[in-house]
T-cell receptor, first 112, second 110 residues
Framework: KAGVTQTPRYLIKTRGQQVTLSCSPI?????VSWYQQTPGQGLQFLFE???????NKGNFPGRFSGRQFSNSRSEMNVSTLELGDSALYLC???????????FGPGTRLTVL | QKEVEQNSGPLSVPEGAIASLNCTYS??????FFWYRQYSGKSPELIMS????GDKEDGRFTAQLNKASQYVSLLIRDSQPSDSATYLC??????????FGTGTRLTIIP
């Protein structure tokens, strides 16, 4: 089976702009979770989607949003970018039982 | 108190020795426990999962779980330089979202 794919792999944006990141889970997996990873904070949970419904949400401002499509692909959007949003954004695919999750390669976002 | 706590390290272990990584968690109702390995600049890779008390072995890796003490550990036998990485402990508490510790950086010294 192909693994989790994320696009784009790298992004450079300026403050105030918005960005959309995409994630395609492992075939057959219906759960997609998003994480932000920074050197200071480690891996922080953003949200989880299962069958197009948000199942869990982390403690991030409303500028961070997501959605999941009927084919399980997911997108994450960040509006009004801030310098502190610079991070590695990771998507993880699961079989929906909230147990094992498998990570994609990540999108490295730099906000200037 | 953090939900999942790990010693950040760095932990240095000679090649061929046993590396021991530890993790404690706060939610007594947690049911699922995982260890991920993350190489610098890469994404986390799942290496072990454990769900019941006791030991689970997979090759050179052994995960140990003690729910009464809220403690999970990872042992790496015959450590190799390629084992040098950050090891992340992850737990699924009653809130049902995978929660990570901050990771322990392991260095294997040739």
């Amino acid at each position: 089976k192909a693994g989790v794919t994320q696009t784009p792999r790298y992004l450079i944006k300026t403050r105030g702009q918005q960005v959309t990141l995409s994630c395609s889970p492992i075939s057959g997996h219906r759960s997609v979770s998003w994480y932000q990873q920074t050197p200071g904070q480690g891996l922080q949970f953003l949200f989880e989607y299962f069958s197009e419904t948000q199942r869990n949400k982390g403690n991030f401002p409303g500028r961070f949003s997501g959605r999941q499509f009927s084919n399980s692909r997911s997108e994450m959007n960040v509006s009004t970018l801030e310098l502190g949003d610079s991070a590695l954004y990771l998507c993880a695919s699961g079989d929906g039982t909230a147990r094992k999750q498998f990570f994609g390669p990540g999108t490295r976002l730099t906000v200037l | 108190q953090k939900e999942v706590e790990q010693n950040s390290g760095p932990l240095s272990v000679p090649e061929g020795a046993i590396a021991s990584l530890n993790c404690t968690y706060s939610d007594r109702g947690s049911q699922s426990f995982f260890w991920y390995r993350q190489y610098s600049g890469k994404s986390p890779e799942l290496i072990m999962s454990i769900y019941s008390n006791g030991d689970k072995e997979d090759g050179r890796f052994t995960a140990q779980l003690n729910k009464a003490s809220q403690y999970v550990s990872l042992l790496i036998r015959d450590s190799q330089p390629s084992d040098s990485a950050t090891y992340l402990c992850a737990v699924i508490p009653l809130g049902m979202k995978l929660t990570f510790g901050t990771g322990t950086r392991l260095t294997i010294i040739p």
